[in-house]
């Protein structure tokens, strides 16, 4: 029934209040759609600005690697512990389960596997379909240096206009090849070119020296590599000295999924990423939390 007396000389309007405007704390995104921000807001904390993505997705090229074998029976049960799932359409469809409150990171190029030439991608999923699967991201390797950098860095560019289409946000993963080197000078070019074409996020290898200068120069948040199975506390040292250099977050995958305890291993990490939990302390939390 309509509200037909007269009560606007009551306080509900708060004439005097000014109108609350929320605006992203999330580097290079406060000129985005709603649905975009809304969407980056599942992946990264809005309180920390950061993330803890676990990536699984390493079977589209490379089959099941070890700690992979079994997706349900050792990735499942750390969903809860992680801000963000990068994996396939094949394994959310077949295996991870749709109660699960994770967001999706959703892996959308592929095609050459691990005996041919890596740089040779194509997309492989159509934003419809990442649509239909409630992705939060799509994520796309971008080969800078390669023998297909030009055809990669267009696979991306694709995806960030159907992105637009569909306000689903675009990952772009930094892809380093066997003859190039993971230095700053490297990383500053390969990130900054994917901020430039439109990539919202850029995932990317840490580099000793000089990681502060990557994150400072590409106006999308960073993720950092995971990269080759490390010492828990090597891991979780890298992960902080890369947060405390700007980093947004890290994605990880063998260093929690190989480790002797996964779920102690990532929420150590989580205590590194949004507490800046010092390495050592983390480390002897993953230590009583494994016992």
């Not at 000014?18 to 975009?36: C, F, Q, V, Y």
């Not at 994996?87 to 990171?105: A, D, F, L």
């Not at 194509?122 to 390797?141: I, K, Y």
């Amino acid at each position: 029934m309509a509200d037909t007396d007269d009560l606007s000389a009551g306080g509900r309007f708060e004439p005097t209040v000014p109108a609350r405007a929320e605006i992203s704390r999330l580097k290079g995104s406060t000129a985005l759609d709603w649905g975009m921000q809304s969407r980056l807001a599942r992946v990264f904390r809005p309180e920390t600005g950061r993330t803890v993505m676990l990536a699984i997705d390493h079977g589209y090229f490379q089959g099941p690697t070890t700690g992979l074998e079994r997706v349900d029976l050792s990735i499942v049960p750390l969903l809860p512990y992680a801000d963000a799932l990068m994996t396939t359409r094949g394994m959310v469809r077949s295996t991870i389960p749709p109660t699960s409150r994770t967001p999706v990171v959703l892996r959308a190029s592929g095609g050459p596997s691990i005996l041919k030439e890596l740089s040779d991608e194509q997309l492989a999923v159509s934003m419809e379909d990442a649509a239909r699967l409630n992705a939060a991201m799509v994520a796309v390797q971008v080969f800078i240096g390669g023998e297909h950098e030009t055809q990669s860095v267009h696979n991306m560019t694709r995806l960030v206009d159907e992105g637009q289409r569909y306000g689903i946000p675009v990952l772009a993963v930094t892809a380093v090849g066997r003859d190039l080197t993971r230095d700053a000078r490297y990383l500053r070019l390969a990130t900054r070119i994917c901020a430039e074409l439109g990539a919202h996020a850029v995932k990317t290898y840490y580099c000793a020296e000089d990681f502060d200068t990557v994150t400072a120069a590409c106006p999308v948040p960073v993720v950092m590599a995971g990269g080759k199975k490390l010492p828990e506390l090597e891991a979780l040292t890298m992960a902080y000295r890369a947060v405390e250099a700007g980093a947004a977050g890290v994605d990880m995958g063998r260093n929690i999924f190989q480790s002797v305890h996964p779920a102690a291993m990532i929420r150590a990490v989580a205590s590194v990423v949004h507490e800046s939990v010092k390495p050592e302390e983390a480390y002897d939390l993953l230590l009583e939390r494994g016992e």
